[in-house]
């Protein structure tokens, strides 16, 4: 397994894996951090490529654990927009600077984070948000287009998503299956560009085992909260991980 022989490749492999399965359980938007912290040791467009596979198992889990549970609504606004996004960031991979997406989607992923635990301070009640489909549309964009050049998707999804309150279940199972649509229609962009190479494809099988019992600890721990206090932790995550998008991009 040559790109995991380094140790502290391989260190930063399993963080990065046991992220992604907390946010496949149900921890949303934290799954961002993934990327940039392998890209730490590798080539960001490697650290991608591995993953991807690894994210595509997780999906498997995620989307079987909340098959029941999820609004087919949201998904059908969103979908389309992804679609977009995810083929305006595989024309333009080579224009846009990943550290200045980073730094973009850090600051607003900041400022959501801090104006939603602002309004709900002291346990108030804020009504949901009836935003228009089209709305979603443009997010589902905004969720292609930073999911295909980092993994990032999260944000953008949960901005739109998370002020609707919705039950926690249906919450993450929407975000369940929207994300796992939108890997495999990232998959053709990735055959094309080459990423996916003997040592990538082995690295990640490698990464399989960890990346399941990793989703269903999520998935474990997300069915024992209450949605206030999961929303409240959504928004608590999404202020540290704007905080780290900005140092990474930075």
Known sequence: MELLSDPMTLVL?????????LAKGGFSGLGALATPLLALSLPPVTAA???????????????????KT?????????????VAGIALAAGLAA????????????IITLAFGIY???????GRIVAASSSPGWVGTLFGVAMGFTSQIAHAGGPPFQMWVTPRRLPHEVFVGTSSLTF????????????????????VLEAAALLFPLAIVATLVGVWLVRRMD?????????????????????QGL
């Open 13 to 21: 492999a399993v963080i990065a894996v046991v992220i992604l399965g």
């Open 49 to 67: 490529a591995v993953l991807l596979p690894v994210l595509m198992v997780q999906d498997v889990v995620s989307v079987w654990s909340y098959r």
């Open 70 to 82: 999820w609004d087919g609504w949201i998904v059908g606004w969103m979908l389309p927009g992804a």
């Open 95 to 106: 224009a846009v600077p990943e550290e200045r997406l980073l730094v973009v989607l850090g």
């Open 116 to 122: 939603r635990l602002w309004i709900e301070r002291g």
């Open 180 to 199: 796992a649509a939108v890997n495999w229609m990232k998959v053709p962009s990735y055959v094309l560009l080459g990423s996916f190479d003997r040592q």
């Open 227 to 247: 949605t206030a206090r999961f929303y409240t932790l959504i928004y608590l995550l999404m202020v540290a991980l704007g905080l780290r998008l900005i140092v």
